[in-house]
């Protein structure tokens, strides 16, 4: 299984202002995820980032919001772009080519609250 | 599309005892996986057990076993000897063969607390 790691593992922010995660993988994947989760609430797929073309997001985000990139094959960034307290939620990368039997594996996850 | 459904957000059970949790599915795939997470306080996501919609056996991890009943499309987490570093959220997701279907889609959990 592969070993992802994030930074930061939490951080405290005030609003407007705009905080990138880093999620590096110990090996090289084909597709990586970005998940919220909100306080309380189950995960959801912010987008899916595949090296050399740009990330698909799911309904309800947007690029402006969450830029991401993924230069290379083992790591990705999230952007949180001018926050608000909506914003306070666990986000979480994950690894895997997307099969149907493949288990995907998560880093452990960046803690955000926003001021 | 798919959904996850996990009718009990709490539940409780005593030490040494098994506990099973309940997860039903809905899907028009023939083709599917499910997969069981547990999230601890710190807020990781670990994975579990797996079970392919192809698969004849129920799956087993250690004390972790997956009850899978196709036709009722419900794949419940049964944990046996429970233990008090179980007590954390537990979630079951499904992933389809293509398009949208390709993500995993995750139930609400179920919050697991072991007594002493």
């Known amino acids: 299984s592969a070993v992802i790691s994030q930074k930061p593992s939490r951080d405290i922010c005030q609003r407007g202002t705009s905080l990138t995660i880093q999620c590096q993988v110990d090996s090289q994947v084909t597709m990586m995820f970005w998940y919220r989760q909100q306080p309380g609430q189950s995960l959801t797929l912010i987008a899916t980032?595949?090296?050399?073309?740009?990330?698909?997001?799911e309904s309800g985000f947007v690029i402006d919001k969450f830029p991401i990139s993924r230069p290379n094959l083992t790591f990705s960034t999230l952007t949180v772009s001018n926050m608000s307290p909506e914003d306070s939620s666990i986000y979480l990368c994950?690894?895997?080519?997307?099969?149907?039997?493949?288990?995907?594996?998560f880093g452990p996850g960046t803690r955000l609250l926003v001021l | 599309a798919q959904k996850i459904t996990q009718t009990q957000p709490g539940m409780f059970v005593q030490e040494k005892e098994a506990v099973t949790l309940d997860c039903t599915y809905d899907t028009s795939d023939q083709s599917y996986g499910l997969f069981w997470y547990k999230q601890p306080s710190s807020g990781e996501m670990i994975f579990l057990i797996y079970?392919?919609?192809?698969?004849?056996q129920n799956a087993t991890e250690g004390r972790y076993s997956l009850n899978f009943q196709k036709a009722r499309k419900s794949a419940n987490l049964v944990i046996s000897a429970s233990q008090l570093g179980d007590s954390a959220m537990y979630f079951c997701?499904?992933?389809?063969?293509?398009?949208?279907?390709?993500?995993?889609?995750f139930g609400s959990g179920t919050q697991l607390t072991v007594l002493p």
């Open positions: 997701a499904m992933r389809g063969p293509s398009g949208s279907a390709r993500q995993l889609t």
């Open positions: 980032a595949n090296q050399g073309s740009e990330a698909t997001y």
């Open positions: 994950s690894v895997g080519t997307g099969r149907v039997q493949e288990t995907q594996y």
């Open positions: 079970q392919g919609s192809y698969d004849e």
